[in-house]
């Protein structure tokens, strides 16, 4: 079993830039892929951003493409979301999660583990 724990969310006015981590433990962090989504209140949640076991493949959702990057830190057993230039549209609870495979998913049922979340406000 592996936990999940989101850190770095917050308030901050439009074109300001926050910086997520979610650390993990219980599960051999750097065997597996990384994917970060969000929920909006009354929404689905959707995919923002995904990493591969090494780090050396991304991939983002046309909406946050240029402004939001992914990165991990395998020996930190973290993975972090970079974002920036930051809309009110951004404004969501944030969560990472975890899959048993190397590759990354863009969809919230190829993920097998989620944290709690983390709260990010853009003010307009």
């Known amino acids: 079993q592996v936990q999940l724990v989101e850190s770095g969310g917050g308030l901050v006015q439009a074109g300001g830039s926050l910086r997520l981590s979610c650390a993990a433990s219980?599960?051999?962090?750097?065997?597996?892929?990384m994917g970060w989504f969000r929920q909006a209140p009354g929404k689905e949640r959707e995919f923002v951003a995904a990493i591969s076991w090494s780090g050396g493949s991304t991939y983002y959702a046309d909406s946050v493409k240029g402004r939001f990057t992914i990165s991990r830190n395998n020996a930190k057993n973290t993975v972090y979301l970079e974002m920036n230039s930051l809309l009110p549209e951004d404004t969501a609870v944030y969560y990472c999660?975890?899959?048993?495979?190397?590759?990354?998913?863009?969809?919230?049922?190829?993920?097998?583990?989620w944290g709690q979340g983390t709260q990010v406000t853009v003010s307009s």
């Open positions: 219980g599960r051999t962090f750097s065997s597996y892929a």
């Open positions: 999660a975890t899959r048993r495979a190397s590759t990354y998913a863009l969809t919230r049922g190829d993920y097998d583990s």
